[in-house]
C-alpha cells in the first residue's frame, strides 16, 4: 500500500499540519517530526517528548471510507500499533486501553489522537515512546517506552518504516479486517472486566466494562443496563 512521507525536523504538531494542509495533500499522507514543539494530546492535554528519541506522526485520511467506517479507524490504529510492538517485545503484555492507547505492563507506550472533520479528512495522530529512558514531570497514567521495557535502543527509522505498512494496511478497511481487529483487540482489551468511572451526557457513572460493538462503542454494565457509548460520549476518569 502506497504512502508518502512528509518528515520534519521540528513542527508544532503533526496534526495541525495535515488539518491545515489536508486539502492539498493526498490520502494517507504520513507528517512525521524529530520534535514538536506543541504536541497534543486528548482532553485538550500536552504531549511531550525528547527530541528524536520517540516517534510522533499523523496520518492523512480522505477517502471513501471514511463516511463507511468513520469510528473503527480508531481500532484499526491502535492495533496496527499494539501488532508492531508485540512483535518487537514478544514476551510482554501489549493492551489497547479504549479507545486507543497501547499499554505495556499496565504503562502507557502510545497515545493516539485522532482529528478531522468528516466526511472531508481525518487525522491519526500517533505518539510512541521508543528511547526515552526518563520521564520527568506530571503524567496522567505512567508512561513508559520501548527502550524501559526491553532495555534494548531501537533504531527508530527501522522500527518506522515497518510500522507505517502496518499501520496503512490496517486502515485500508474492509469488512474482514474490522472483523479480525475487533477480535485482535477483545483478547488485548486493557479495560475488559474493570470497574470505570466516566462522565456521560453530564452525569457521572461507574460500571464494569463488558467489551464492545461492532461499531468500536464500549459496552459498559451500569447495572440497570449495558451503555453502549462512543469515544466522543464519554470521558473516563481516573
Ligand atoms: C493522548 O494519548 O492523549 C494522545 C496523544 C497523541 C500524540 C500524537 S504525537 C503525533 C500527533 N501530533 C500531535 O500533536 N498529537 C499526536
Not at 507528517?31 to 500536552?46: E, L, T
Not at 466526511?119 to 529512558?133: A, D, T
Request: negative net charge; contains cysteine; glycine residues 6%.
Amino acid at each position: 500500500m502506497k504512502y508518502r512521507e512528509i518528515h520534519f525536523e521540528e513542527i508544532g504538531s503533526t496534526n495541525d499540519y495535515l488539518r491545515d494542509n489536508y486539502s492539498s495533500l493526498d490520502n494517507f499522507t504520513i507528517a512525521s517530526a524529530d520534535y514538536q514543539s506543541h504536541g497534543k494530546g486528548r482532553n485538550s492535554r500536552v504531549w511531550k517528548g525528547n527530541p528524536k528519541e520517540n516517534l510522533a506522526f499523523s496520518i492523512l485520511i480522505k477517502n471513501k471510507d471514511l463516511v463507511t467506517y468513520g469510528g473503527l479507524f480508531s481500532l484499526s490504529s491502535s492495533v496496527g500499533v499494539s501488532k508492531i510492538i508485540e512483535k518487537y517485545l514478544p514476551n510482554k503484555k501489549i493492551e489497547i486501553k479504549w479507545p486507543n492507547d497501547v499499554y505495556i505492563n499496565d504503562k502507557k507506550v502510545c497515545g493516539i489522537l485522532l482529528e478531522g472533520n468528516l466526511p472531508n479528512y481525518l487525522v491519526i495522530g500517533i505518539g510512541i515512546n521508543i528511547n526515552q529512558k526518563d520521564f520527568i514531570g506530571e503524567y496522567r497514567k505512567t508512561p513508559t517506552s520501548l527502550f524501559l521495557e526491553s532495555r534494548v535502543e531501537f533504531d527508530i527509522d527501522e522500527f518506522k518504516k515497518e510500522l507505517f505498512d502496518e499501520l496503512i494496511n490496517s486502515v485500508s478497511l474492509t469488512e474482514t479486517k474490522i472483523k479480525n481487529q475487533l477480535d485482535y483487540f477483545e483478547s488485548h482489551n486493557y479495560l475488559k472486566n474493570k470497574i470505570v468511572d466516566f462522565l456521560y451526557d453530564k452525569n457521572r457513572y461507574q460500571g464494569k466494562v463488558v467489551g464492545v460493538d461492532n461499531s468500536f462503542n464500549l459496552l459498559i454494565d451500569i447495572g440497570e443496563k449495558v451503555l453502549s457509548v462512543s469515544s466522543g460520549e464519554i470521558e473516563l476518569i481516573h
